[in-house]
């Protein structure tokens, strides 16, 4: 069976949280994966 590994990248700020994605592998694809919008109601 073949192991993979991938990193998650969080860019977190007050109205919305980035999300990336990157190859665990030297020169690596690294990706956005999308934006999470952060209303006011959420309390982190």
Known sequence: MKKSSI???L??????????IAEAVRNGEVRSYGKIRVSNRVRL
Do not use: L, P, T, W
Request: charged residues 25%; hydrophobic residues 45%.
């Open 7 to 9: 990193f998650i990248g």
């Open 11 to 20: 860019d977190v700020h007050k109205n919305s949280i980035e999300i990336a």
